[in-house]
């Protein structure tokens, strides 16, 4: 534990100089760190943007310094408030024993506290006795706690204004206090400012993230392709998966996509709108010919999802479950679904044979179809293990009334060595790449007439 007083002071000041390489204190002025090492002067307070640290959380980062700098100064409380206008919010507190008077969330007006007067220069930074200057003497916040010493040093923000402070203070007046523990208090200001930016930062990703998400569900800008799932054994067309296919701009795969709405809370939002564009088509296909769509554990327990797919007619409908997703209630996913049989939906467990689930996902799920993962497809007439695997996944459909459906073939190769293990459906790209719908309709009608062309 570090020590109080003047010595422990200076201890904890020579740490953080080497802790700190680069930043220079200069009594009450500030000295910034910048990338080459250099200075710029003429600062009050501290750059938010200069020090991105990894590590824990910034909230525990925050608490950390909170309760790091109180206790070395000795002092019974320590805070960051932000200024918002004419109210002043109390954002991190470390006060122990002083919880009802101080404690995160209170809000103030900014007449009744000292951040404003303190940003505006009307009150120093360092107050060895608040009792004793001119402006905080006859504020009656000074007497209400009271505050004796106290010590803010303002933060600025990514927007490049200072609106937080940190923040400490005793009860009692400390006429030790100097320089030296101001430029202390800004080593750890500069910690908590840090992290303050990467929080704000994060917010502000976050916020166009979700406007992005929300203008493509709102306007639609996304198209449905559609990639073959073939019967190879009469060589005609099962049905098609429908697959999501974004704007190119920005560039990024589809993954992408749901990645980030699944980052904002949108995912099902976004897996509804692409379940009723994709069903909107459905009518035009022929009544033989079924339609895969992707569907997330979330999205199925959604309430409006069984709504939406009811919607439409649904009597051909396959809805693929990736193994990737993970999922806490089988049996909530299962009652979700088993109603949607009834109309003549079935279930498809995408991806088997990869991911953390495992064989707890092909149980749990009561799947109609298991489609095999790609990485089990991929040069399966050189791998025994994997031919090995799919036989015994094929066994285990058998038994379970369900059917196999290999992901991912590419290769004359790996056809041949799928139809030798008595595999009956599959796709890939060696079979027909997604193809928008007019061409999909085309390929249906070329494979009435002609069958699968390999």
């Known amino acids: 534990m570090w020590g109080d007083g003047v010595a422990g002071r200076l201890s904890l000041s020579r740490w953080a100089g080497l802790a700190f390489a680069g930043c220079v204190r200069d009594g009450f002025g500030m000295v910034q760190l910048s990338a080459g090492g250099g200075k710029s002067d003429g600062d009050t307070g501290l750059r938010l943007n200069e020090y991105r640290p990894a590590g824990p ?173 073939w019967n190879i054994t009469n060589a005609r067309i099962l049905g098609f998966e429908c697959l999501a296919r974004f704007p190119t701009d920005p560039e990024r795969d589809p993954y992408s996509w749901f990645e980030e709405a699944e980052s904002v809370g949108l995912l099902a939002e976004l897996e509804l709108a692409l379940i009723e564009a994709a069903l909107t088509s459905a009518k035009i296909f022929p009544e033989d010919v079924r339609l895969s769509i992707n569907v997330s554990a979330g999205t199925i327990l959604h309430p409006r999802f069984a709504d939406t797919l009811l919607a439409f007619d649904v009597s051909r409908l396959i809805i693929e479950l990736t193994e990737h997703a993970q999922i806490s209630d089988y049996g909530a996913v299962r009652a979700a679904l088993d109603p949607l049989r009834t ?83 599959a796709q890939g790209f060696f079979l027909g790449k997604p193809v928008g719908f007019k061409l999909s309709r085309e390929l249906l009608m070329r494979a009435g007439a002609n069958g699968m062309e390999v």
């Open 343 to 425: 109309f003549g939906v079935r279930v498809a467990l995408d991806d088997a044979g990869s991911g953390c689930a495992g064989l707890q996902h092909i149980l749990g799920v009561n799947a109609d179809f298991i489609k095999l993962d790609r990485s089990l497809v991929d040069s399966l007439h050189d791998s025994p293990v994997s031919r090995a695997m799919i036989a015994a996944l094929r066994y285990f459909a058998h038994q379970t009334d369900a059917v196999i459906i290999a992901e991912g073939v590419e290769t004359r190769e790996e056809f041949d060595a799928l139809r030798a293990l008595g595999i009956k459906y």
């Open 57 to 229: 959380a910034p909230e525990s980062v925050i608490q950390s310094t909170l309760n790091s700098a109180r206790r070395h100064l000795g002092m019974k409380m320590a805070y960051i408030s932000r200024v918002d206008g004419d109210k002043s919010h109390l954002v991190y507190v470390d006060a122990p024993g002083f919880e009802a008077a101080m404690h995160p969330g209170s809000v103030r007006d900014v007449s009744e506290v000292y951040c404003q007067h303190i940003l505006d220069g009307r009150v120093p930074q360092l107050l060895p006795d608040a009792a004793c200057h001119p402006v905080t003497r006859d504020m009656q916040i000074t007497h209400l706690l009271p505050v004796g010493a106290h010590i803010s040093v303002p933060i600025r923000t990514r927007e490049g204004e200072f609106s937080f402070l940190f923040c400490c203070l005793d009860t009692e007046p400390n006429s030790s206090l100097n320089a030296r523990d101001i430029g202390v208090v800004r080593l750890f200001a500069e910690i908590a400012g840090a992290q303050i930016a990467q929080q704000e930062e994060h917010e502000h990703q976050t916020r166009q993230t979700r406007e992005r998400i929300e203008t493509l569900i709102a306007r639609k800008q996304f198209s449905i392709a559609y990639q073959p799932l």
